[in-house]
């Protein structure tokens, strides 16, 4: 049997029909992905009289864009713009200083059910948001900080934790200790061996969870409908779902014109650094 699957690994037609299936697997799963995106950017340059006509026709009679200079002009663009930014920005530097510690501990220190408390930090992530919506919605009312800054960094900085601590410390785990113990013995302390030599050299960790992150606190809608009721308070997608029931019919061309916008940032920042994110994850996963 294990001779047969050897001679099957190695025959040239056998590798043929797979890499053939795989690039067709490849490609659909290509054409799911941009399809979509693709229907959507071509949208933002038509008219909303041009996607409700039949037949429907794929590209727009005269691209302009119109849609994009009304989006940029309106004058409550910049602050749901400030708000996502503020927020994006405060969750993922507090993730991050909360969470290298928990992940250096888990990666140095022994003790009992270490692996089953490392798994066990993982399960908020299964727990659906919206699950715990009402419950963390009478906290912050009985605390006095609904439609504040402060509950929503709060609430995105618990909820993107168990990822960050779990991914720094497989990285952490990875560095040998004897970089550690060497600047010990040279009289460095715990603080300034983390920062300057732990950190650095878990830089690819570090940016794997700054980018989801970022991602996660930039594309949340159920916390920030739930615990805010003031316009003022309004990030990108929020706006984006308040968009479409303020403009009665549906003006799909300024409405996807809104989605891409908003996550243009995000996909800039995963292509500049999307190689470190790989490795970043592949070092979290190798315990």
Known sequence: ???????????????????????????VMMAWIFIPLF?????TFKTPIETYRVPVKILPENFAFHNY??????????????????LTVFTTALTIMISIWPAYAFSRMKFKLQHVLLLFIMIPRLIPRISVTIPLYKIIVDMGLLNTYTALIFTYTMTSLPFAVWILSGVFQSIPKEIEESAFVDGARLI???????????????ITVVI???????????FVLSFTNSSTMRTLPYQLYMLRDSLGIGDWPLINTFAIITVIPILVVYFIFSKKVTNGIIQGAMK
């Open 192 to 206: 300034q061996t983390m920062f300057r030599i732990m950190i650095p050299i878990a830089s690819s960790g570090l």
């Open 212 to 222: 989801f992150t970022v991602r996660e606190t930039w594309n949340e809608f159920p």
């Open 69 to 86: 200079i009304t989006v940029l002009t309106d004058s409550d663009f910049p602050r749901y713009l400030f708000n996502s930014v503020y």
């Open 39 to 43: 229907w959507s950017v071509i949208t």
């Open 1 to 27: 049997m294990e001779a047969r699957s050897a001679h099957a690994g190695s025959n040239p037609a056998y590798k043929r029909v797979a890499n053939f299936i795989a690039w067709c697997f490849l490609a």
